[in-house]
């Protein structure tokens, strides 16, 4: 897997850091159209649509970047894993995470989150933000294995989910600058810490990963 001996820890945590920087191209997109003139809160649909598709675009665009930058430096394969057999147990501490994740948010939003969002939103503009939500899910995946194998890596430990630790320290707390709220940024923090879990119970399957964190993610 490795490709060369000068791979350490600090290679996987850089790449596990691309990915969460990759989340400021968002930033960098609301700058411009606001420079144009355009604000989300006045957005118009088809400004709306623009700005969704444009960011997860990006998101994407990045995040396959840092998959080949992987694997040019380390030759580490994202879409390898044990195969190992998922026990009884782990499948329903993943089942409780749903439930939690689902209780969580209908406290939350006072409501379920997906109707509520379909009911405002129409089905156009549903459709174009939970294609967002699926590319976020895609850094957000990228930071929890980088980071989970970075740390492993130096501590040969594979049992504490590091990079769900990362992703809550990073991702999760950004949410208290870009939502300008302290408990959502707690929150979501928090939800980093469940995803990096989620993780270790599927044997870091990325594809599984990929879908569970994407489906709680949007829950």
């Known amino acids: 897997m490795m490709k060369n ?18 989340f400021l191209f968002e930033i960098v997109l609301v700058i411009v159209e606001n420079f144009l003139g355009i604000t989300l809160s006045q957005a118009s649909t088809l400004q709306m649509i623009a700005h969704w598709t444009i960011t997860s675009l990006g998101w994407l665009g990045i995040g396959l970047a840092i998959i080949a930058l992987a694997k040019k430096q380390t ?75 970075a740390f492993e890596t130096w501590f040969k430990n594979d049992k504490i989910p590091y990079g769900g630790i990362l992703l809550g320290l990073t991702w999760g707390l950004m949410h208290i600058l870009s ?16 995803f990096g879990s989620v993780y270790l119970l599927v044997n870091k399957d990325y594809k599984k990963t990929f879908i569970i964190v994407t489906i709680l993610f949007m829950l």
């Not at 001996?5 to 990759?22: M, P, R």
């Open 75 to 149: 030759g580490f394969n994202l879409l390898s894993s044990e195969k190992k057999e998922i026990l009884p147990w782990q499948w329903l501490a993943i089942a409780l995470s749903f439930v939690l994740v689902t209780l969580v948010q209908y406290w939350d939003w006072n409501g379920f989150k997906i109707l509520l969002e379909f009911q405002r939103l129409g089905w156009l503009k549903f459709i174009f933000q939970y294609l967002y939500y699926i590319a976020e899910s895609f850094l957000i995946s990228l930071v929890l294995v980088f980071g989970q194998k």
């Open 5 to 22: 001996n000068n791979v350490t820890g600090f290679t996987f945590l850089w790449l596990a850091l691309y990915a969460t920087a990759a």
């Open 179 to 194: 939502k300008g709220s302290v408990l959502t940024g707690i929150m979501t923090c928090l939800a980093g810490f469940l």
